[in-house]
């Protein structure tokens, strides 16, 4: 039998959660005995005597403990924790540690009808005990604050800094100590919760060298100065001069001077130089933003919407890029570093290239060879290990023949090695690899024959460009032909690839398939190409140098356009073969598979750029479920866009398959109108065409782009028919994917019996839906039934989680913080929807950004924080100002500020800013007339005054829901409530018993248009 509970009452309570550690290890009959014992001494205490005389304390145990909530003051639970912990300090039998939290809470009953309490305040209070250890006396930032003020609690409070805990639940921890009696000892606890954030939130992308790196020690401190004067300091030098490893240990050195990151981009893996930006975007984690930029007309499509977006990001992080190998895209990586640099003046760049950016203010370093023994050495008197060319040779040669060692007969052919080799590291490392079949000394000869020519006149090329292509081409040739024609096809394949790719491919002519796996492990072993373990076996890989190398013997082969059209073959199969499976709800591995192999499939699309074709086009078209859930949004819409207006000869229906595709993109790009009109095309073709699996997929993207843009009333019936053709199809994947969003929005109505029923029918089909369970939360939500909607959430984000679907998690991270608001709890509130926000900027989704920020702008004023408030309300406002979207909530919020500040003037022109705006754009509607009323009585109007705080109400039952807010339009609370009967008092108590009733049966008689009238001119409209 459930408690008995009532929710609908929350008290703000002063918490102390105690609990004895190492309880559970105890006996049964020792448990009962020390928890007997704590309840005596906690009840001796004076504190909690006179608490319990006045009726001022709930307490209760809690299995290993205690919880009291105390409701006199917030001082009462550190007075409290302070005897308790005199009292035990010589009690080894009560190793006690103690939470502190204010917060709200609720009374409950349990079946023996014993008075309880529970709620956000009691959980809070727990979760900060749980970071303790004995002898800890732990309070959160809104329990210390409290006290910080008071010259008898200030100095016992000691700051521990911040900790994430369940739920992903912000703590900033204090703790409290009097002599002997607390610990100021950062609890192991904390420690752990730290690193584990560490993990999760990692500060860096650099790769995990699998070699050590020699030498350079000098070079390295004289980089990390360099960077220090300069904000781009670029790397320059011969592929294959260590540029690379250079630059990722001058990050790992300098990653504590970067807070927000040291972020390693390989540019390698790229030959279209537009797409720089998505690279760099996917290793910080930002997605697309969306086609317009502040300031312009959002009619206007922008030509860099991922710059928009990057800027954003990093324009206050204070961040370190390293950017590998720009040489072959050095124009579009010398504009795109300078756009990021110009818009982000905490960002500094070090970037790896063969020639400098050309970018003003750039610094160019030459990265010199390694140390290597002058030509006239005297090789006996001198320890040759103090090169860093020796070292790395036979470091590496050792990698690649455990008995090599260098001795007295082979330390003249190694010096003579790295001196021939310039001590160029990647020269020096091929040539190493060589022992596990040649002698040194018969390295050395070849490395004669072959560097005769280029080492005896002028060429026009640098001359260490010329060693390394010599050696490059000297490897090249020592391989047989098949290995030759393996190698120079390998240079198709862009990011890596797998060797049953590679099989498809390159397996034709002189290579059998068969031959290939060996003939490739022999390319490893040549150091020609490398191997990793990636998510889904091994993928083979080739350095930049020699994929280009290769490339170059490819072309003079005459295969190039036969190997291409394998490549793409073979992508386009793949893709082909695993779009079926794109339905996230049931597996992640075949996007995960897509996501391992997107290199290759850009390639493979690049090579139809130019070339419309039915083929490229139905990989386009396959790829819309990847690009959607994935976040790929502008590369998807480049691609739909180019399709759709090359004049391929596509069927109909192909047409209209992109034009579905495209339509979400749009629309998750906040251009609803464009992918209304697109989804309206779609469905109108396959009307044409009799496809009811079509016009079932139209239905529903035409149905939420206008749910999104107008308003669930203008949308729902083509949702509906969606389900209702998809029902008839059986086909149960798109249905669960449709009732899922139809649900939700269905829950965000007042028609809560058919959300009900959508969320019955999907939850049938499968128990897990992320979508479903995100409808059936709003419900519980909005009957009062927390505990169910945040279990239904959680449920729904450990799905989405699973999946990697960004979108989805932050919603559900919206509604955990409208649960966490409805039970006022607003720092958790808090919380969670920062995190969804952050998720939203990620994504690029700017609609979702301002939606998030004006629950931040007002769930800040209800914690008193009256400046951040500001700030989010009127970076929502900046957001919806630029996009041609609804400002009038942000600029409502910005003038209820102005109203609590005093400043009569700033809140008439922000009233008259939204007084002004047309009629049919201005939303919320009951908020303008309260705050116009507010204004009035501040003003002294107080007839008028009265009239509009009456007519608020009636305004806000007949005002519909913005459709713009996905139905998360901020709504009275609790502290807007106190605004609005503080304005009606003061206005009451200096009007007549007679002329206030007057003015009050005026207002509420008034229409909405009646209404809005008055609020008008009361601010001189």
Not at 681 to 692: K, R, T
């Amino acid at each position: 039998m459930p408690d008995k509970e009532d929710q609908s009452h929350l008290d703000m309570a002063h918490v102390l959660f105690m609990d004895l550690v190492g309880y559970s290890r105890l006996s049964a009959e020792e448990q009962s005995r020390r928890i007997g014992a704590l309840q005596e001494v906690v009840r001796s205490c004076s504190i909690y005597q006179q608490a319990e005389s006045e009726q001022t304390l709930l307490a209760h145990p809690a299995g290993d403990g205690m919880a009291l909530a105390f409701f006199r003051g917030p001082s009462s639970p550190a007075r409290c924790a302070i005897e308790v912990a005199e009292a035990v300090i010589r009690r080894d039998d009560l190793p006690l540690r103690m939470g502190v939290h204010s917060g709200p809470i609720y009374r409950a009953e349990d079946i023996n009808r014993t008075a309880n309490v529970r709620g956000p305040g009691i959980n809070v209070a727990q979760r900060v005990m749980d970071c303790g250890e004995a002898g800890h006396i732990l309070l959160s930032y809104i329990a210390a604050e409290s006290l910080a003020e008071s010259e008898i609690w200030a100095p016992r409070l000691h700051d521990l800094g911040e900790v994430e805990v369940k739920h992903g639940l912000r703590l900033r921890l204090y703790s409290l100590v009097d002599g002997d009696l607390g610990s100021d000892a950062t609890p192991a606890r904390v420690g752990e919760l730290r690193e584990e954030w560490n993990e999760e939130h990692r500060s860096h992308s650099l790769p995990v060298a699998l070699t050590s790196f020699i030498g350079r020690e000098d070079q390295i401190e004289e980089v990390k100065g360099r960077l220090r004067e300069t904000r781009l300091l670029t790397l320059t030098g011969t592929g294959g001069t260590g540029k690379t490893r250079l630059s990722m240990r001058v990050g790992e050195d300098v990653i504590d001077e970067y807070p927000d990151g040291v972020w390693f981009v390989e540019l390698a893996s790229i030959s279209d130089p537009d797409l720089i930006p998505n690279v760099v975007a996917a290793v910080l984690g930002v997605r697309d933003a969306p086609d317009q930029t502040p300031g312009e007309d959002a009619r206007e499509p922008s030509a860099q919407p991922l710059m928009t977006a990057l800027t954003q990001y990093l324009r206050t992080r204070r961040t370190l890029l390293l950017l590998d190998n720009c040489e072959h895209l050095v124009e579009e990586a010398a504009r795109f570093a300078e756009t990021l640099l110009l818009g982000c003046p905490a960002l500094r760049i070090l970037a790896t290239s063969r020639e400098i950016l050309g970018v003003n203010g750039e610094t160019a370093w030459r990265a010199p060879p390694l140390s290597i023994p002058a030509l006239d050495a005297d090789l006996r008197d001198i320890d040759l290990t103090q090169f860093e060319a020796v070292r790395l040779f036979v470091e590496r040669a050792r990698a690649a023949s455990a008995a090599f060692t260098l001795t007295d007969e082979n330390g003249g052919a190694v010096a003579a090695i790295c001196r021939r080799l310039d001590g160029i590291p990647l020269a020096i490392e091929l040539a190493a690899a060589r022992v596990r079949g040649m002698s040194v000394e018969q390295i050395h000869e070849r490395l004669d024959d072959r560097f005769r020519l280029l080492t005896g006149g002028g060429r026009t090329s640098a001359r260490r460009q010329q060693t390394l292509r010599a050696l490059v081409d000297w490897s090249y040739r020592l391989l047989t032909h098949p290995q030759q024609a393996l190698f120079s096809r390998l240079s198709m394949f862009s990011g890596g690839f797998t060797m049953e790719a590679a099989e498809d491919v390159c397996a034709f002519g002189e290579v059998e398939s068969w031959d290939v796996l060996d003939l490739l492990l022999q390319l490893v072993d040549k150091s020609l190409a490398t191997v990793e373990e990636g998510d889904f076996g091994p993928r083979y890989r080739m350095l930049e140098t020699l994929r280009e190398y290769a490339g170059e013997r490819l072309i003079e082969t005459g295969e190039a356009e036969q190997v291409r059209e394998r490549h793409f073959e073979h992508y386009a199969g793949f893709v082909l073969e695993l779009a079926p499976e794109f339905q996230w709800h049931q597996t992640a591995e075949p996007f995960d598979r897509v996501a391992e192999e997107h290199d290759n499939i850009r390639q493979a699309l690049a090579w139809t750029r130019d070339e419309p074709s039915q083929d490229g086009a139905a990989v386009v078209d396959a790829l819309g479920q990847f690009w959607l859930f994935r976040g790929h949004y502008s590369e998807a819409r480049e691609w739909y866009e180019r399709c759709l207006s090359a004049g391929a000869d596509l069927d109909a229906a192909s047409v209209a398959s992109m034009r579905c595709h495209l339509s979400s993109i749009l629309d998750r790009l906040g251009r609803s109108a464009e992918g209304r009109a697109t989804a309206e095309e779609a469905l109108a073709s396959f009307e044409n065409l009799g496809d009811l699996q079509g016009i079932a997929r139209s239905s529903h993207a035409l149905g939420y782009c206008l749910i999104q843009s107008e308003g669930y009333e203008h949308g729902h019936e083509y949702v509906e028919r969606a389900i209702a053709v998809f029902r008839e199809l059986e086909d149960e994947p798109s249905l669960l994917r449709v009732l899922g969003h139809m649900a939700v929005w269905t829950a965000l109505q007042p028609d809560s019996d058919r959300a009900w029923a959508l969320c019955g029918e999907g939850l049938q089909l499968d128990p897990g839906d992320t979508l479903c369970l995100w409808a059936e939360s709003i419900l519980h939500a909005k009957g009062g039934d927390y505990a169910r909607a945040e279990a239904a959430c959680d449920r729904g984000l450990l799905r989405a989680r699973g999946f990697r679907h960004d979108e989805l998690i932050a919603w559900l991270l919206m509604q955990h913080g409208r649960i966490a608001g409805m039970q006022q709890d607003y720092s958790s509130a808090y919380g969670y929807k920062r995190e969804a926000c952050r998720l939203h900027r990620k994504l690029g989704m700017q609609l979702p950004v301002t939606v998030a920020l004006w629950s931040l702008g007002q769930l800040a004023a209800l914690r008193g924080d009256y400046e951040r408030s500001r700030e989010h309300w009127t970076e929502a406002e900046s957001i919806a100002e630029a996009l041609g979207w609804n400002v009038t909530v942000p600029r409502l919020g910005v003038v209820d500020l102005d109203l609590v500040d005093g400043d009569l003037a700033a809140a008439a022109r922000g009233l008259r800013y939204v007084g002004r705006l047309p009629r049919g754009t201005r939303t919320d509607l009951d908020l303008y007339v309260a705050r116009c009323g507010r204004l009035a009585v501040l003003q002294g109007a107080y007839a008028h005054a009265v009239a509009l705080l009456a007519a608020a109400e009636i305004v806000a039952e007949t005002t519909p829901v913005d459709a713009m807010s996905f139905g998360f339009r901020p709504s009275r609370h609790a502290l807007e409530n106190l605004r609005l009967e503080d304005a009606i008092a003061e206005a009451r108590a200096q009007m007549s018993d007679a002329s206030f009733p007057t003015a009050w049966g005026h207002g509420k008689g008034l229409s909405v248009q009646a209404a809005v009238d008055l609020a008008d001119g009361v601010i001189g409209i």
